[in-house]
């Protein structure tokens, strides 16, 4: 099984910040590698997939970057729909999901 | 655009069976992609349950120890999930999910809206 150590679990921040999460996996999955936010109640959210691609519609604030084992999330001047959790995917080897990420307003 | 409709109970009795449907307006479950599970226990992370494709083809979550089965309904447009002999570690969130793309480009990005089921007698 690919295991999947996301940081931090927890992050507070303010509105017009610059923030970013990591995600590392247990083996070398290239760049099979999704980010999606989830807000409380209700389904997560495709942000970024294959490591680096903005999937439609979704705010050129988000990017990530990584191949290998190590990813990142970077979001860059924080709007207040941000703060959500974030979850990163890899799809090298069926499906595992990251631990999450809480962002909160600081 | 795709939407996915889940319904089921919400509550399941202990050694009983969890059974799901998904249904897909928007789209047809016949094209060539893969139709995802996925549940989220309360207040936690987000666990793949396993997948069908539109020949029948079926992967699982080994964890599952062979107690899901997915499957489709050509007819009505959904999907399906059975999940048997639950315990309370079966309370979860479940998740309907489309996959796009192939290889390095697979992505979920049409999510049903979650059903909470419980397990409980």
């Known amino acids: 099984d690919i295991q999947m150590t996301q940081s931090p679990s927890s992050l507070s921040a303010s509105v017009g910040d610059r923030v970013t999460i990591t995600c590392r996996t247990s083996?070398?999955?290239?760049?099979?590698l999704n980010w999606y936010q989830q807000k409380p109640g209700k389904a997560p959210n495709l942000l970024i997939y294959?490591?680096?691609t903005l999937q439609s519609g979704v705010s050129p604030r988000f990017s990530g970057s990584g191949s290998g084992t190590d990813f990142t999330l970077t979001i860059s001047g924080l709007q207040p729909e941000d703060f959500a959790t974030y979850y990163c995917?890899?799809?090298?080897?069926?499906?595992?999901f990251g631990q999450g990420t809480k962002l909160e307003i600081k | 655009q795709v939407q996915l409709q889940q319904s089921g109970p919400g509550l399941v009795k202990p050694s009983g069976t969890l059974s799901l449907t998904c249904a897909v307006s928007?789209?047809?479950?016949?094209?060539?992609?893969?139709w995802n599970w996925i549940r989220q226990p309360p207040g936690k992370g987000l666990e793949w349950i396993g997948e069908?494709?539109?020949?029948?083809?079926?992967n699982y979550n080994p964890s599952l120890k062979t107690r899901g089965i997915i499957s489709l309904d050509k007819s009505k447009n959904q999907i399906s999930l059975n999940l048997t002999s639950v315990t309370a570690a079966d309370t979860a969130i479940y998740y309907c999910?489309?996959?796009?793309?192939?290889?390095?480009?697979?992505?979920?990005?049409?999510w049903g809206q979650g059903i909470l089921v419980t397990v409980s007698s």
């Open positions: 999910a489309r996959r796009s793309g192939t290889q390095w480009l697979e992505r979920l990005d049409f």
């Open positions: 928007g789209g047809s479950i016949s094209t060539t992609t893969w």
């Open positions: 069908i494709y539109h020949t029948g083809t079926t």
């Open positions: 083996q070398s999955i290239t760049t099979h």
């Open positions: 294959a490591a680096s």
């Open positions: 995917q890899q799809t090298y080897s069926f499906y595992t």
